[in-house]
T-cell receptor, first 114, second 114 residues
């Protein structure tokens, strides 16, 4: 069964550094998402992406965040200057269509900012 | 603001007990409803979903959920749990008009004692 994959599984970085989290969505999917979960809190939507554009973003997704689909398979989340409060599990998801469709989630990247 | 509430943080049951996990959302318009499950060490995966039609939906592994519009609820049920149902369960809602992003509840950890 096709899966969403994410790398790395765990990233440790110092405050102020840039990080790039990588995701490979399911190959025939067209809609891509990033979510995050701070320890002990809810899974929160960050951004959705379709046709090389951001479709929707939450208020969490400020100017320090960006997303990109640099090639036909990868989908990346960049955090320009990490803060301690960016420490969280980041989940990538994809779906074949937008709107109310099942989203397939990756295993997550645990980001620790020290 | 749109929100999703799960009432139980941690539920402990013995095998063969019946399960009901509560989920409520705060929105009077069109919603699309999901339950996801995360088994230890695994991805979030879809248990079941409701878009329209029969408000009683059946999912995988013997789970079902009932959409009660008047109560803004989408409770998850299983008549007889097994040890293998030990996992964290997340209710998620796609609120009408959005591009597909999911608003998650905080999750309920289910522990089933053999």
């Amino acid at each position: 069964e096709p899966e969403v994959t994410q790398t790395p599984s765990h990233q440790v970085t110092q405050m102020g550094q840039e990080v790039i989290l990588r995701c490979v969505p399911i190959s025939n999917h067209l809609y891509f998402y990033w979510y995050r979960q701070i320890l002990g809190q809810k899974v929160e939507f960050l951004v959705s992406f379709y046709n090389n554009e951001i479709s929707e973003k939450s208020e969490i997704f400020d100017d320090q965040f960006s997303v990109e689909r640099p090639d036909g398979s990868n989908f990346t989340l960049k955090i320009r200057s990490t803060k301690l409060e960016d420490s969280a599990m980041y989940f990538c998801a994809s779906s074949d269509y937008g709107g109310p469709r099942e989203q397939y989630f990756g295993p997550g990247t645990r980001l620790t900012v020290t | 603001a749109q929100s999703v509430s799960q009432h139980n943080h941690h539920v402990i049951l013995s095998e063969a007990a019946s399960l009901e996990l509560g989920c409520n959302y705060s929105y009077g318009g069109t919603v699309n409803l999901f339950w996801y499950v995360q088994y230890p060490g695994q991805h979030l995966q879809l248990l079941l979903k409701y878009f329209s039609g029969d408000p009683l939906v059946k999912g995988i592994k013997g789970f079902e959920a009932e959409f009660i519009k008047s109560k803004f609820s989408f409770n998850l049920r299983k008549p007889s749990v097994q040890w293998s149902d030990t996992a964290e369960y997340f209710c998620a809602v796609n609120f009408g008009g959005s591009q597909g992003n999911l608003i998650f509840g905080k999750g309920t950890k289910l522990s089933v004692k053999p």
